[in-house]
């Protein structure tokens, strides 16, 4: 095929149900039609050739009034893409809002009105306002009142701007969602339906995504009209000028190889990605105290926190952001050195746009997976898409790294200033240093400064494991825990996929507690849902799903197990009732959703079968069953008719395990039957 020629040179459009692939063809800001303020404000940021994907959006959208899809992954100048188009052709001349851009988040609602702005400095009369939560909102309505031609905000506020009738869409000519896939990700479908029915039916929409799943199929469906969709050819594939190395480690030594990894490479300015709020929170406190340059971002920070900590690592105050995927959306940076995985997504997309975040603006950049020998196939899933090997590297030892902090140590001394006012010091400096020779003195200045180091790594253990080996054994056996549908698969589910406590932040055991017990965090309810690997759930369908129902984005999901049948997951207790209520009449995908509250099992009732660890209160979906607020498991106050209940689940279980009657209970009992058989 001609696209392996060069992928980077080409795109693939899709109009009129045809897929054309067309060469791209070199041009420049000045030859494709926009206007001069546009022009002028375009050369103070220094750009002159469009990216790809700007390249073809841009003379398209001046052009046409048509729809567009335009689909290219995080780092090819998607706002530049759509932004450049709708500014031209704002009239200024009306004081009413004409366009608007939805958002999955507060970073990338922020980023992209300030680059909005950027592009719009020379065009007189023009007013962009960004709405967002976590912020106050009485500016916010300011700021429409007095006149705004664009828009710039997240589902959630904008929503609550048109039921104040502060926000009015009935003269909007532009639509513009980006990042489609992740606001549904989110659970902002029926954020967005809401949003677009209050827009008139002659309108341009345009959607921009990383990925096309389902949901936004659907979208484009119901509220576009003809798209033309536009895909730039390598949205999945590595950069060029990215390397992609990981490190096999157990999953206990995560955070010790992650200290090692920051140690080696002590000019390090990147992002450290984590799966949850609460890991990222953990992560980023261990490093602090630890001594690192580091802080975390999440959804559970004000406004004003977020902008505290961006501000100093934008400011390289900071040299390591840990963040969830969620929350660096919008961080823009293009001198990234690295960017590590602590945690591999679910997605293998994913993987991609974090990789995306370095190697920007021909930097060259590293993205490394820090992994464990259960993840084998995951890699070489991930090679398949980016199309390029992952390279094995060991992680360094402790004379390695010594070596190279030592090396830090001696070229800064080196290219220090000397300051003048010193030579009047120096003659009483002599005098003290009289008695030791030059290697003397020097043995002496770098333990003054690097004794620390040199005990903290001093017979330090090997923390690589074998991970050649254990990848072609996982791909051989085909991931027989997962086929096992035993008690090996459930614990090898959730290993894998990032869930045991030893994988968070250097996990309990780590900590010098005890191993895993099936119990919740101190402070979280753990939840049973009867969806699973087998219905396509993954950890952002079910964040996504609990958003959408509960219509509450602010609760913290903490660590979420993604098991064949069914899936285990955890939040605060101040959120229990809301959970479980919400979920109840809950259908995703077209599947009826059970959700419970799992309880830690006694080991004679999880042995015989029963009730799968009981259910505190069940609030359940299924015909004909009843809604209890009293379980067949232990309840949290272990009370005795709770250890009785316990001991006839245990006898019935053996027979049948259809004695309970939860879901859960005859859902286990079902999986049993159908091994058996």
Not at 635 to 656: P, V
Request: overall charge positive; charged content about 30%.
């Amino acid at each position: 095929m001609l696209i392996k020629k060069d992928k980077s040179d080409f795109i693939v459009v899709k109009e009129n149900n045809r897929v054309i692939l067309q060469k791209i063809y070199s041009m420049t800001f000045s030859e494709i039609g926009l206007n001069k303020n546009i022009q002028k404000a375009i050369t103070d940021l220094g750009f002159d050739t469009p990216t790809p994907i700007q390249q073809e959006s841009i003379p398209y959208l001046l052009e046409n009034k048509n729809d567009l899809i335009a689909l290219a992954q995080t780092g090819t100048g998607k706002t530049a893409a759509f932004g450049l188009p709708v500014l031209h052709k704002i009239d200024v001349e009306r004081k009413l809002p004409q366009a608007i851009i939805l958002c999955p988040t507060r970073e990338l609602c922020l980023q992209i009105a300030k680059d909005m702005e950027t592009y719009a400095k020379y065009t007189k009369g023009l007013k962009i306002t960004a709405v967002y939560g976590g912020a106050s909102i009485m500016p916010q309505i300011k700021s429409l009142k007095s006149g705004t031609q664009i828009v710039v905000g997240t589902p959630g506020r904008v929503i609550d701007l048109i039921n104040r009738k502060s926000l009015k869409l009935q003269d909007i000519e532009f639509v513009v969602l980006d990042e489609a896939d992740e606001m549904l990700n989110m659970g902002f479908k029926d954020d967005l339906d809401t949003i677009l029915a209050e827009t008139p039916t002659e309108k341009q929409t345009l959607l921009f995504s990383a990925t096309m799943p389902k949901e936004v199929m659907r979208i484009s469906k119901n509220y576009m009209q003809n798209p033309k969709t536009i895909e730039v050819a390598s949205r999945n594939e590595g950069a060029a000028n990215i390397e992609h190395h990981y490190y096999m480690v157990n999953a206990r030594d995560r955070y010790k190889a992650l200290r090692r990894i920051c140690d080696v490479n002590p000019d390090i300015y990147g992002i450290v990605f984590c799966r949850t709020r609460r890991e990222t929170a953990e992560v980023a406190d261990k490093l602090m105290q630890d001594g690192y340059s580091a802080d975390a971002i999440h959804g559970e920070l004000s406004q004003a926190q977020r902008d505290h900590v961006m501000g100093r690592f934008r400011k390289r105050k900071l040299q390591l952001l840990v963040a969830t995927d969620v929350a660096a959306r919008g961080i823009d940076i293009n001198e990234l050195s690295h960017v590590i995985n602590y945690n591999l997504p679910d997605d293998d997309e994913i993987y991609v746009h974090r990789s995306g975040r370095t190697g920007r603006a021909g930097n060259k950049g590293t993205s490394i997976i820090i992994a464990h020998s259960r993840e084998g196939r995951k890699l070489k899933s991930i090679e398949r898409m980016i199309k390029r090997d992952l390279t094995l590297m060991k992680v360094p030892n402790g004379d390695e790294i010594c070596q190279i902090q030592l090396m830090k140590l001696v070229d800064k001394v080196v290219t220090t200033e000397v300051n003048p006012q010193i030579d009047k010091y120096l003659p009483s400096i002599e005098e003290k240093l009289a008695h030791l020779d030059k290697e003397a003195l020097i043995k002496h200045f770098v333990s003054a400064e690097f004794n620390r180091f040199l005990s903290f790594y001093k017979n330090a253990p090997d923390l690589n494991v074998a991970g050649s080996n254990n990848r072609d054994r996982n791909e051989r056996s085909g991931g027989r825990n997962e086929r096992s549908g035993g008690r090996n698969e459930r614990i090898g589910g959730r290993n894998e996929r990032g869930g045991g406590r030893n994988e968070r932040g250097g996990g309990r055991n780590e900590r010098g507690g005890g191993e895993r017990t099936g119990h919740a965090e101190a402070g979280y309810t753990r939840f049973f849902i009867n969806l699973g690997a087998e219905k396509d759930l993954q950890a952002h369908n079910l964040i996504g799903l609990i958003n959408e129902y509960t219509r509450n984005r602010n609760i913290p999901v903490g660590k979420i197990d993604i098991m064949r049948k069914f899936s285990i997951f955890e939040a605060p207790n101040d959120f229990e009732t809301d959970v479980l209520s919400g979920l109840s009449d809950a259908v995703w995908n077209g599947n009826r959703v059970n959700v419970e509250v799992s309880q830690a099992p006694g080991e004679k009732s999880h042995r015989g079968g029963g009730n799968r660890g009981g259910s505190g209160r069940s609030y359940s979906t299924g015909v004909g069953e009843k809604r209890s607020n009293s379980g067949g498991g232990r309840d949290r106050q272990g009370s005795k008719s709770s250890s009785s209940s316990l001991r006839r689940e245990s006898t019935g279980g053996r027979s049948s395990g259809g004695s309970s009657s939860s879901f859960k209970g005859r859902f286990n009992a079902a999986a049993k039957k159908t091994k058996r058989d």
